[in-house]
């Protein structure tokens, strides 16, 4: 790790919302327009968004490393951000939920999907450096941010289908708390849908 690296590394820890950088954003006059962000696209970008990735892929439209903050976006800009099996990925959660906050409008809301820890995919990808419960992202959003600064506006399980997946998929309607401490490795889910409204 060099010196930049060290330096990136401090910004991001901790820095209360009112204190983080402002940056100028790197969104053409025709990108600035588009209103929904796709963290983590790769080359399947959401149709009329903005799609920012470490790599240079078809649809990208901003390279940057989703771990260093600030990314060069606009403050309070976006209306929808979809993060779309990306978060189980990055290194710095806390920096994620507080950047995320930062290029969010108010009202704005912010579409994760992820494995579920029980899941096969969660842990089949030696790249995945995390594993969600059902209440991990709003309790991330919660230390990140502040209670006072969101609220959950979905937040499910999604199951495969599957004729076993039913006694899970049951269980976790009749109560998601036993589901998850004594039936999750029993009957595994497939991953969690979570939107986060940002209120400002």
Request: charged share 25%; hydrophobic share 40%.
């Amino acid at each position: 790790m060099n010196s930049t690296d060290l330096e990136i590394s401090k910004v991001d820890s901790g820095m209360p919302l009112e204190d983080w950088p402002s940056v100028e954003s790197r969104l053409s006059a025709d990108q600035h327009a588009k209103r929904s962000l796709d963290v983590g696209c790769g080359p399947h970008k959401l149709e009329g968004s903005v799609g920012i990735d470490i790599r240079k892929l078809p649809g990208v439209d901003v390279v940057a490393n989703l771990d260093r903050h600030p990314w060069p976006l606009p403050e309070s800009h976006f209306k929808f951000i979809r993060c779309q099996h990306v978060i189980e990925h990055l290194s710095d959660l806390f920096g994620l939920a507080r950047e995320m906050y930062r290029v969010s409008a108010a009202n704005s809301v912010i579409e994760f999907k992820t494995p579920h820890y029980s899941s096969y995919a969660s842990w089949g990808d030696p790249t995945h450096r995390w594993h969600f419960a059902l209440g991990s992202i709003p309790q991330l959003f919660e230390m990140a941010v502040g209670p006072q600064a969101y609220r959950v506006r979905r937040l499910e399980l999604k199951f495969t289908g599957s004729v076993l997946d039913f006694f899970g998929w049951l269980i976790y309607k009749l109560s998601k708390k036993t589901y998850e401490k004594h039936f999750a490795w029993i009957f595994p889910a497939n991953e969690i849908i979570c939107e986060i409204e940002i209120l400002k």
